[in-house]
C-alpha cells in the first residue's frame, strides 16, 4: 500500500476524533448556549434522527471522550487497515442501522450520545469478518481484538444508569451484520 493510502487513512480516522474532542471544547466554553448533547438519538422523536449523524461525536463530559478515543482509534485504525472504502461502509451501516435500531426501540425520554456505538459496531465487525471470511490475518486480528476488548461485550445488557446499553448491543449486531457479508462460502482456511 501506498505511503498516500496510509496518510489518507489514518488522516480520517484522527479527524473523526478531533471532530469529536472539538465538539466537546466547545460544549464546555459555550455553556447552555451550545449544548450540542440535545442533537443526540431522541428515540422516536424526528429531531432524534439526526443523532443517527451526529451522535458519535457528541459525549456527556470529558471522561466519556477520553473513555471512547483509545477504543475508537485502536479498532477503527484496525478496520481501516482492510480499506477506506470498508472503514466508511461499517461506520455507515453501524451508525445507520443501529441508531436506527435505537430510535425506534429506545426508551422515551432518553438521548443517545458517544462514540461507543461505533465501537461496538467496529468490534463486532471485526470479530465476525475474523471468523468467516477465511484469512489467516482476519482471524488473527479477531482473536487480538477479543482478547483485548472481549470485556466490551458486557455493555450490551442493562445495567448502569446514563448507559446506553441499547447502542452498544444494537451496534454491536450491526457491526456483526456488516462482518457475516464477509463470508467466503468456500474458507481458505479449513478447520478440521
Given amino acids: 500500500m501506498k505511503t498516500e493510502e496510509w496518510r489518507d487513512r489514518l488522516t480520517l480516522l484522527l479527524s473523526m476524533v478531533a471532530l469529536m ?12 448556549w451550545f449544548e450540542p448533547d440535545q442533537w443526540g438519538i431522541v428515540p422516536r422523536q424526528w429531531r432524534g434522527l439526526w443523532g443517527l449523524l451526529t451522535s458519535p461525536f457528541l459525549h456527556a463530559d470529558w471522561g466519556h471522550l477520553a473513555a471512547n ?45 458517544g462514540a461507543s456505538g461505533l465501537i461496538f459496531g467496529y468490534f463486532g465487525f471485526l470479530l465476525v469478518a475474523g471468523l468467516v471470511e477465511g484469512s489467516w490475518t482476519s482471524l488473527f486480528i479477531a482473536l487480538g481484538v477479543g482478547f483485548l476488548y472481549g470485556s466490551l461485550i458486557w455493555g450490551v445488557l442493562p445495567g448502569e444508569p446514563g448507559i446506553s446499553w441499547q447502542g452498544h448491543l444494537f451496534s454491536l449486531l450491526a457491526g456483526a451484520f456488516a462482518g457475516w457479508g464477509k463470508r467466503n462460502r468456500e474458507p481458505a482456511i479449513r478447520l478440521e
Avoid: K, N, Y
Fill in 21 to 32: 474532542w472539538l465538539v466537546e471544547v466547545a460544549d464546555r466554553m459555550l455553556g447552555s
Fill in 69 to 113: 478515543t483509545v477504543p475508537f482509534l485502536v479498532l477503527g485504525g484496525l478496520l481501516l487497515t482492510r480499506s477506506m472504502g470498508q472503514f466508511l461502509q461499517v461506520t455507515v451501516l453501524v451508525a445507520g442501522l443501529g441508531g436506527l435500531c435505537v430510535w425506534l426501540l429506545g426508551p422515551g425520554g432518553t438521548v443517545h450520545i
